[in-house]
């Protein structure tokens, strides 16, 4: 699975930000990013990892899939939206 530097730097209060505090800074940093795609992100949690994308699939039509499939995976959702603000767009 790939890496990604941390969103979430710590706040100086010497403490470490909760899940919910890095999660949600990560999906505010991958919304400021998907502008360029009319706001659209995607976050896909699966069994083992985490992905995320600017941009909407339209699996339907099976647009999408190959970026979703040979992209990396993640451990955490922080990460793979840092990975994606500053990596991916899926290609519609």
């Given at each position: 699975?790939?890496?990604?530097?941390?969103?979430?730097?710590?706040?100086?209060?010497?403490?470490?930000?909760?899940?919910?505090?890095?999660?949600?800074?990560?999906?505010?940093?991958?919304?400021?990013?998907s502008e360029?795609?009319?706001?659209?992100?995607?976050?896909?949690?699966?069994?083992?990892?985490?992905?995320?994308?600017?941009?909407?699939?339209?699996?339907?039509?099976?647009?999408?899939?190959?970026?979703?499939?040979?992209?990396?995976?993640?451990?955490?959702?922080?990460?793979?939206?840092?990975?994606?603000?500053?990596?991916?767009?899926?290609?519609?």
């Open positions: 699975m790939g890496t990604a530097r941390a969103v979430v730097e710590h706040d100086g209060s010497g403490r470490e930000p909760s899940d919910y505090e890095r999660i949600g800074r990560a999906v505010m940093a991958l919304a400021g990013a360029a795609h009319d706001g659209h992100f995607t976050i896909l949690g699966f069994t083992t990892h985490f992905k995320a994308f600017l941009g909407t699939p339209w699996i339907e039509a099976g647009e999408g899939l190959d970026e979703i499939f040979v992209s990396p995976g993640f451990d955490s959702v922080d990460a793979a939206c840092e990975w994606a603000a500053q990596n991916s767009a899926l290609q519609r």
